[in-house]
């Protein structure tokens, strides 16, 4: 016997099986258990409580199975992510899950995104689980797609001293070398050269140069579409410098660009045929005698000039550049992601992102796919009426409304005076965190949308 089958017969006979439960169900899950076992649940009080999880030992004192509640769910077709919890509360071992599982796929994806820990500066503190794919599970694909959302979740978690402007370039220039695509960046001055004024102005404090990344992938006559991420590796606010406590997490705040290029990494993985590009605006918010000012005018790409009501409010100035140049070649799907304001948050939460478009067919389709993938967000108006309170004395629009009122609204209204010609646009505005641990959604870094948006890529253009 080779060492290879050795190891996957003991791999076989160790994989324990996990039973799903609901409440209601749980008296018909019991009788499948032996008489040890069932009465050591019953000792318990199991009782298939949502997300509550108890591992009964057999006749011999060993484990026998392990039983995980999914409350009033039958099987996790409500909350397949509910899964992620396996991945942290079983103790170590190798695990299946027992009977008819409902959306195989997501439940796998969860074990595997709850398995993630940011282990960069120090050794995760994880037990070793592991648990077969489920039966009907491309167990493959999900694999890849959990390593790629890790990666984002990675990029996001990297502190700005190891993630600069240029480490975030590089990290762009490798995925694109790993998928074959085409890298172009613009750094520093050329980006006044090349007319990407506003990128330029809010970079320009920084001792790592400002620039724009420019991936291109896929055949050119394929129907194009183009995802845009805001890059600021970190923002002190500038001038208008945040407070501690609003500053402590800024390094999230290229969060967007990591979430554009985690879609991309799945479109690009899929092999479907668009012609992709992402855009990544990338600069450090940063303090210095360079610092652009409130109150200083710039001209943009669009030619629209833009008054700096707040140096805070810098994602919609580089974003606004980059979505100009997306425009120019008006592709068939815009995206893009940004963590762009604190009241989107204020409005719906850290788990829900807010999107924003003015193409009826595209919000109800990302709403539907949204349900179907479980990456939750939700619509809010491009509410025109609100447009006046980005109204400048002095040039064609204020970055900033002074009122305070309505700021996620504001800021897509902003973004979306840099896009005339591309009538499917979607903007999102993320939080890009998980700001504390949810089943298959450890605290941290999180791309949110990602998946969504490859998904309706993969919707919108497969038939090709
Ligand atoms: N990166 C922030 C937005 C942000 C803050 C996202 C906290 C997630 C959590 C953005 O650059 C910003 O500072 N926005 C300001 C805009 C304001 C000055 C109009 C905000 O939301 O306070
Ligand atoms: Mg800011
Ligand atoms: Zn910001």
């Known amino acids: 016997m080779t060492k290879k089958s050795a ?17 209601a169900g749980f008296a018909k899950i019991a009788k499948l258990l032996s008489p040890a076992a069932r009465q050591f649940s019953e ?10 999880m108890l591992v009964v030992p057999g006749t011999d004192g060993k484990p026998e199975a392990a039983l995980f509640g999914t409350g009033s769910d039958e099987g996790l077709a409500d909350n397949p992510f509910l899964a992620g919890k396996l991945a942290t509360d079983l103790p170590p071992g190798r695990y299946h899950l027992a009977g008819k599982v409902a959306k195989p796929q997501l439940v796998y994806l969860a074990f595997l995104l709850g398995k993630y820990r940011f282990s960069r500066y120090r050794k995760h503190d994880l037990r070793d689980v592991t648990l077969d794919a489920p039966e009907g599970c491309d167990a493959a694909t999900i694999e890849r797609t959990a390593e790629i959302i890790c990666m984002g979740r990675d ?11 240029a480490d975030l ?17 613009i750094v520093g001055d050329d980006l006044l050269e090349e007319n990407f004024p506003l990128i330029h102005a809010v970079g320009k404090a920084s001792a790592v140069p400002p620039r724009l990344v420019d991936i291109r992938w896929g055949a ?4 194009k579409v183009t995802l845009v991420g805001k890059g600021v590796v970190f923002d002190t606010g500038g001038l208008d410098l945040k407070t501690s406590a609003s500053m402590l997490l800024m390094r999230k705040d290229m969060g967007g660009a990591a979430t554009a290029l985690t879609t991309a990494a799945l479109i690009m993985a ?26 200083d005018i710039y001209p943009s790409r669009k030619g629209i000039t833009v008054e700096i009501g707040n140096t805070d409010a810098e994602g919609r100035l580089i974003l606004a550049d980059a979505l100009t140049l997306a425009d120019e070649e008006k592709p068939d799907l815009l995206v893009d992601f940004a963590t762009l304001t604190g009241a989107a948050r204020v ?15 595209l919000a109800a389709e990302i709403a539907r796919i949204s349900g179907e993938t479980h990456d939750p967000v939700w619509r809010m108006p491009l509410w025109k009426p609100y447009q006046a309170m980005l109204d400048s004395k002095y040039a064609d629009t204020n970055n900033t409304g002074a009122s305070g009122f309505a700021g996620s609204i504001t800021a897509a209204l902003f973004l979306k005076r840099f896009v005339s010609d591309t009538s499917a646009y979607a903007h999102f505005d993320i939080y890009g965190w998980n700001p504390s641990a949810k089943p298959g959604k450890p605290e941290g870094g999180e791309p949110q949308a990602a998946r969504l948006v490859a998904a309706l890529v993969a919707k919108r253009f497969a038939q090709k």
């Open 43 to 52: 000792g318990m009080g199991f009782a298939a409580k949502s997300g509550a």
């Open 7 to 23: 190891s996957a017969q003991s791999v076989t006979a160790k994989s324990l099986p996990v039973h799903l439960s609901s409440e």
């Open 347 to 361: 409005a719906l939460g850290p788990e829900l992102p807010p999107f924003y478009t003015d193409d009826e067919a």
């Open 169 to 185: 370039a590089a990290a762009a220039k490798a995925l694109a070398k790993a998928h074959k695509a085409k890298f172009k960046e």
């Open 270 to 295: 899929s092999g479907i045929n668009v012609r992709l590009r992402v855009l990544l605006p990338i600069v450090e918010n940063a303090v210095s005698g360079l610092s652009f000012r409130p109150g």
């Open 155 to 165: 990029l996001i978690n990297t502190p700005a001293n190891d993630l600069t402007t």
């Open 220 to 223: 050119t006559d394929a129907p």
